[in-house]
T-cell receptor, first 115, second 111 residues
Framework: AQSVTQLDSHVSVSEGTPVLLRCNYSSSYSPSLFWYVQHPNKGLQLLLKYTSAATLVKGINGFEAEFKKSETSFHLTKPSAHMSDAAEYFCVVSRVTGGGNKLTFGTGTQLKVEL | DAGVIQSPRHEVTEMGQEVTLRCKPISGHNSLFWYRQTMMRGLELLIYFNNNVPIDDSGMPEDRFSAKMPNASFSTLKIQPSEPRDSAVYFC?????????FGQGTRLTVV
């Protein structure tokens, strides 16, 4: 079984300050982990992915995430928030089995960026 | 590749009518997913296919919902009869390995 917990449903930051969106996962196997972003009235776009290579993963738009097995975490960070980062962010755990690709989504974190 | 293509982008229908949502996955992908997104329940997995075979349909809310994948390049999600509570954005996604690619979604409004 696998699950994802996004610890904050809403995060608010000021423009230019760091962003931290928290995600913890549970998986019986070595997972693949992803962060997706959804801007208002848009589809989901992949930000970054971890697939058992380097534990620090760099994504688009300056976002990074670090896979910490000991803490079962995959938190998303960005050094300096921009107004355009305001969106909903989803942490996802994935496992490929004989039955295909099993994706499990977190409940999402709404990021608000203020001037 | 053009990505995952969903049609229509917007659908407004009257309660009781049949609605069919369509999805063309990325060529070569072997897994296809249908999700529903609402403000109340967030993103819910309805059903997913692997190699055109339904693997898990436990998220399909009722018998009014059905999904088919007749071949590797096409899938449909049908609601019959539709109800106002079915109003949501429906996303289709496809994958080959672990990464899923999403379509732009179909915004369904049932009045």
């Amino acid at each position: 079984a696998q699950s994802v917990t996004q610890l904050d449903s809403h995060v608010s930051v000021s423009e230019g300050t760091p962003v931290l969106l928290r995600c913890n996962y549970s998986s019986s196997y070595s997972p693949s982990l992803f962060w997706y972003v959804q801007h208002p009235n848009k589809g989901l776009q992949l930000l970054l992915k971890y697939t058992s290579a380097a534990t620090l993963v760099k994504g688009i738009n300056g976002f990074e995430a670090e896979f910490k097995k000991s803490e079962t975490s995959f938190h998303l960070t960005k050094p300096s928030a921009h107004m355009s980062d305001a969106a909903e962010y989803f942490c996802v755990v994935s496992r490929v089995t004989g039955g295909g690709n099993k994706l499990t989504f977190g409940t999402g974190t709404q990021l608000k960026v203020e001037l | 590749d053009a990505g995952v293509i969903q049609s229509p982008r917007h659908e407004v229908t009257e309660m009781g009518q049949e609605v069919t949502l369509r999805c063309k996955p990325i060529s070569g992908h072997n897994s296809l997913f249908w999700y529903r997104q609402t403000m109340m329940r967030g993103l819910e997995l309805l059903i997913y296919f692997n190699n055109n075979v339904p693997i898990d349909d436990s998220g399909m809310p009722e018998d009014r919902f059905s999904a088919k994948m007749p071949n590797a390049s096409f899938s449909t999600l049908k609601i019959q009869p539709s109800e106002p509570r079915d109003s949501a954005v429906y996303f289709c996604a496809s994958s080959w390995d672990t990464e899923a690619f999403f379509g732009q979604g179909t915004r369904l409004t049932v009045v």
